[in-house]
């Protein structure tokens, strides 16, 4: 098991491009490595997301709500 956090600022990306980035870097983890973003916004859209196609293969944690960034950690397990 790795401790790699691999962080990800989404605020100057488009957002139609969003999403894309993320998977193509959570896609590159290895189980125990973490996905770290930063946000303008609550990414819940993308927890539905990860809830359909990754469901039991992540752990998910706010390390910051609001109110201007939103800060999540998307562990690989």
Same mark, same amino acid.
């Given at each position: 098991?790795?401790?790699?956090?691999? +962080?990800?600022?989404?605020?100057?990306?488009?957002?139609?491009?969003?999403?894309?980035?993320?998977?193509? +870097?959570?896609?590159?983890? /290895?189980?125990?490595? +973490?996905?770290?973003?930063?946000?303008?916004?609550?990414?819940?859209?993308?927890?539905? /997301?990860?809830?359909?196609?990754?469901?039991?293969?992540? /752990?998910?944690?706010?390390?910051?709500?609001?109110?201007?960034?939103?800060?999540?950690?998307?562990?690989?397990?």
């Amino acid at each position: 098991m790795s401790d790699r956090v691999e +962080t990800l600022d989404l605020r100057p990306i488009v957002i139609f491009e969003r999403h894309d980035k993320i998977f193509e +870097t959570w896609n590159k983890l /290895q189980p125990g490595e +973490t996905l770290k973003i930063i946000n303008d916004h609550n990414p819940k859209p993308l927890w539905y /997301q990860f809830e359909v196609e990754y469901k039991g293969k992540y /752990q998910w944690d706010y390390e910051q709500k609001g109110p201007k960034d939103w800060i999540v950690k998307i562990k690989k397990i």
